[in-house]
């Protein structure tokens, strides 16, 4: 629960307090392991059980674990005496903070320990191999290089794993590895992402088998300096465990296409979390591993791996002013807590995190200005604001940016959400006042009335106003519900359209920007805007999407970054999110209240497709829904739901309440 923020999760903490009290009606057996010593308390008096078993006495128990472990995370397992429901424990790390401990079913045997891998391997075989000089393929599983030969090995799949062959012949083997061509047969090492790999020496009168250490690849190369055979090539990718949830398909293949190569890219950027690049940081950042889990937590339902993502968003228990790297990363948790509760109806995890959450929003109120305000720069340690990299428009990194002070109102919000789910009436009050108190200042010092949109806030110096326009504030304002609707149409017909590098520069914050698009019911643009940036970079022969695109730059140009010749990730998860929005948000109009959760709408907007066949994930269960312009449509809802389906614009909704199979049309 407490692992800090930034970077600090792997921080040592090696004992936990489990405890909880028992009453029972008769006497009770009960048993437990642990991944190393196991102290038992009853009625803080320290047992002697080296069998793990204990019987408990008739009437009220109060049991106290202390767990100790240096090889793994604190857990614990128990048995009987009806003490299996985890909703009734508490977990502390200094018996002095309490929280509701996590737990999952796959973690029910001793032997599996909830650090250990998860990971399986997924075997891939080369798509294609491209003999460049002096090499033959001489078939599928049989390379002949000759001296100072090399090939260029293409797996299709980018994807974190390790390289496998058998080799026979003289001399070395020197092998490259990279995301695209031109860095699997780049020779200076000192510009390269990964570490290069030691040369193999061959031995000519025995056939060797190399396993390589782990590489992110799609593309290797194999050189040889004076001779060799290859056979038995293979990738091992380690990937995780999930099963594809939702799916989606149409007529139109470009589009299915476009679909499932953003599943991919998410699902070879979940391990753990929802990482950042697996080639160059294998990292979580929140706000990748958040507006990740908006495509995730349909697409593969792992609620554990999204739960991860918020751990580390959320700031530490007592935070202080030296604990801000990023200011508005921390803001991204509450949105991820939302989307979390909302998708599977969990209210435990707002519950496991409340005292983080609580104490966030009372350091943001703290550390603002007399306005209300968020600044961009609060030490030496201070990073600024990252809304994302595409910021040729603005804000200033360390001014006072206004879509961060909306960020912080829809946090307020959140707040107040949760408070009145935790039935908190006196919390709530006070963050819906925060939130009506900030927004007047929003509109007061950043709504520009001439031009209908937000500015971007203040310079560096939190002085000087920053008139310029950039599209973080519009839709931040949008997902807050700030942005007045009546100024929709210009928005998106005037304002961002003509925003300088609006469409030549997209960064990894379009998953929460189409959000916004299709909340303001403007999907036609929204995949106009899709298939000119993700459209162009898969038209480009590429398998997954990249942490940033700059469709009109030149080849060397877009796999650049952080001036470094290949730093360009090209799998980042947060940019698998877009086309998942696209189709789920946008297509089929989906989307979900959030005052009675259990009720879904569908406003379909099909463009030119003439079928759409689709099935989402609920917390209910599946909703299977099948869409044809011109003739009988169908839904099939589970038990639980209220299913309002819109088939037109001036069209009654339909209202469905009962599980079971409905048929309808929709109205052009």
């Not at 009290?21 to 190393?36: H, I, M, T, Y």
């Not at 940036?533 to 700059?550: A, I, K, L, S």
């Amino acid at each position: 629960m407490n692992v800090g923020y930034p970077g600090k999760f792997f921080a040592q903490c090696d004992t936990a307090y489990f405890q909880r009290e028992v009453q029972l009606d008769k006497e009770a057996a009960f048993r437990w392991e642990g991944p190393s010593d196991v102290i038992l308390y009853i009625n803080g008096v320290r047992q002697a059980c080296a069998d793990k078993r204990v019987v408990l006495p008739a009437g009220r128990t109060s049991l106290l674990f202390e767990v100790i472990t240096n090889d793994a995370l604190p857990c614990i397992i128990v048995e009987g005496a009806g003490l299996e429901d985890t909703g009734k424990w508490q977990v502390s790390m200094d018996k002095l903070h309490w929280t509701i401990p996590e737990s999952a079913l796959m973690y029910n045997k001793p032997y599996v320990l909830p650090d250990d891998t998860r990971e399986l391997t997924a075997r891939i075989k080369p798509k294609e191999i491209f003999p460049l000089r002096n090499a033959e393929v001489v078939n599928t599983d049989r390379i002949s290089i000759g001296k100072n030969g090399y090939v260029l090995v293409d797996f299709y799949h980018l994807e974190i794993g390790r390289l496998a062959f058998r080799a026979k012949g003289t001399g070395s083997i020197t092998v490259r590895v990279g995301e695209t061509p031109e860095e699997a047969l780049e020779r200076n090492d000192k510009i390269l992402e990964q570490y290069p790999l030691e040369p193999i020496m061959l031995n000519e009168n025995e056939e060797m088998t190399v396993t390589l250490s782990d590489r992110a690849l799609r593309y290797v190369s194999l050189e040889c300096d004076r001779g060799a055979e290859i056979t038995s090539l293979y990738f091992d990718a380690f990937v995780w465990p999930v099963e594809h949830q939702m799916s989606f398909e149409t007529d139109d293949a470009y589009i299915n296409n476009l679909f499932k190569m953003s599943a991919a890219t998410l699902h070879t950027s979940m391990h753990r979390f929802y990482l950042d690049g697996v080639k160059r940081d294998f990292l979580p950042w929140s706000m990748d591993a958040l507006v990740s889990t908006v495509a995730g937590d349909y697409l593969f339902g792992d609620q554990q791996v999204s739960k991860n993502g918020i751990s580390i968003a959320l700031m530490p228990l007592n935070p202080q002013k030296s604990d801000i790297g990023i200011p508005d990363y921390p803001l991204h948790a509450l949105f991820g807590l939302k989307q979390n509760y909302l998708r599977y109806g969990d209210l435990a995890t707002s519950l496991q995190y409340k005292d983080r959450i609580v104490q966030l929003l009372d350091f943001y109120a703290s550390i603002v200005d007399e306005n209300g305000f968020v600044h961009g720069n609060y030490g030496d340690r201070q990073f600024g604001y990252t809304p994302g990299w595409s910021t040729y428009n603005g804000p200033a990194r360390k001014g006072i940016a206004s879509y961060a002070q909306m960020m912080l109102y829809y946090n307020y919000m959140a707040g107040a959400y949760f408070a009145n789910l935790w039935k908190e009436r006196a919390l709530a009050r006070k963050y819906r006042k925060l939130a009506k108190d900030l927004k007047e200042k929003i509109f007061e010092h950043f709504w520009d009335e001439e031009r209908k949109a937000f500015i971007n806030g203040t310079m560096n110096d939190g002085v000087t106003t920053d008139a310029r326009i950039s599209h973080h504030a519009q839709y931040w304002a949008i997902l807050a519900g700030l942005f007045p609707e009546e100024y929709y149409d210009n928005l998106f017909e005037h304002i961002l359209p003509n925003l300088p590098n609006y469409y030549e520069v997209v960064s990894y914050e379009k998953g929460y920007e189409f959000l916004a698009y299709a909340k303001a019911g403007r999907v036609k643009e929204m995949w106009k805007h899709i298939y000119l940036v993700w459209g162009d970079w898969m038209n480009q022969g590429h398998t997954r999407f990249p942490e940033n695109f700059m469709p009109n730059a030149s080849r060397a140009r877009q796999l650049m970054f952080y001036n470094r010749p290949y730093g360009l990730s090209l799998c980042h998860g947060a940019n698998g999110v877009p086309v998942v929005v696209g189709a789920l948000q946008g297509i089929l109009g989906f989307s979900q209240s959030d005052r009675k959760t259990n009720e879904y709408t569908f406003c379909p907007e099909l463009m030119h497709l003439k079928h759409v066949k689709a099935r989402i994930p609920v917390k209910e269960g599946m909703l299977d829904i099948e869409l044809n312009v011109n003739g009988e449509c169908s839904i099939k809802i589970p038990a639980g739901c209220v299913v309002r389906i819109i088939p037109g614009t001036d069209t009654d909704p339909l209202t469905l309440n009962k599980t079971g199979i409905y048929t309808f049309r929709l109205m052009n």
